[in-house]
């Protein structure tokens, strides 16, 4: 079982920054897959990015490309997602998402995901 706490979401103005956490519990952490994933109120959940285990692979969604990061550092079991340059359209509740996953393929879906945090929001003011 993996637990993750997600924190770091508010109010911010269009052209900021901001920076989400997600806080994993439990051992292995760099043999899962992190994903970051968004939803807003009526849609579906939306893929942000993500990375293999071991941080081999890195993916993004290509209107985020060039504005966010994926990071982790594994001695604090925590992975980021750096939002810059943000727009109103970023706004949503933010999850982070995990599985146990040694492998090459970049999981964009989530379903492919097996845990996940209680969100943090985000919203981006114009």
């Known amino acids: 079982q993996v637990q993750l706490i997600e924190s770091g979401g508010g109010l911010v103005q269009a052209g900021g920054s901001l920076r989400v956490s997600c806080a994993a519990s439990?051992?292995?952490?760099?043999?899962?897959?992190m994903g970051w994933f968004r939803q807003t109120p009526g849609q579906e959940r939306e893929f942000v990015a993500t990375?293999?285990?071991?941080?081999?692979?890195?993916t993004y969604e290509d209107s985020v490309k060039g504005r966010f990061i994926i990071s982790s550092d594994n001695a604090k079991n925590t992975v980021y997602l750096q939002m810059n340059s943000l727009k109103p359209e970023d706004t949503g509740v933010y999850y982070c998402?995990?599985?146990?996953?040694?492998?090459?393929?970049?999981?964009?879906?989530?379903?492919?995901?097996?845990?996940w945090g209680q969100g943090t929001q985000v919203t981006v003011s114009s």
């Open positions: 439990g051992r292995a952490f760099s043999s899962y897959a």
């Open positions: 990375f293999t285990w071991g941080r081999t692979f890195t």
């Open positions: 998402a995990a599985k146990e996953f040694v492998g090459t393929t970049v999981l964009t879906s989530p379903f492919q995901y097996d845990y």
